[in-house]
């Protein structure tokens, strides 16, 4: 899951937040954050510039903000996921992501009842 490449947003004409350990906080996300080349992590598949303009400023109903929800997986860029919900609510607050990871990552679609069969005989 590393990345490796060209990290130079400049030179590559790319504007926006690259992602790397030199990221201190979830604050220094201040545009759209770009991999650098050969990602292939779920986060940066599904983050898509529509997605980032509808919750880069969004809080759950907790306060828990979305930038810190992604944060790990734009500083670690090796994560496979690299995403953290910061309550129950933050399924439903950043659902334009959330909804995607699950799919791309369990199959599942959003409404999906998880069937489960607790007898033990």
């Known amino acids: 899951m590393g990345c490796g490449g060209n990290t130079n947003v400049q030179a590559s004409g790319v504007k926006g937040t690259l992602c790397g350990k ?3 906080s979830w604050e220094d996300l201040k545009e759209m954050p ?3 080349g050969g990602c292939k992590g779920h986060l940066m598949k599904n983050l898509t510039p529509d997605v980032w303009e ?3 400023d969004k ?3 907790f306060g828990f903000p979305f930038k ?3 944060f790990a997986g734009c500083k670690y ?3 496979g996921m690299g995403v953290f ?3 129950h609510d933050s399924y439903t607050a950043f659902a334009p992501l959330m909804d995607k990871l699950i ?3 369990h199959g599942h679609d959003k409404g999906a009842k998880h069937p489960s069969n607790m007898d033990y005989t």
Request: charged share 25%; net charge positive.
């Open 34 to 36: 770009y991999f650098p």
């Open 85 to 87: 919900a910061g309550s």
């Open 54 to 56: 509808k919750l880069k």
């Open 68 to 70: 810190q929800a992604i």
């Open 59 to 61: 809080r759950d109903k």
């Open 77 to 79: 860029t090796h994560l």
């Open 22 to 24: 030199h990221l201190k």
């Open 103 to 105: 799919w791309t990552y």
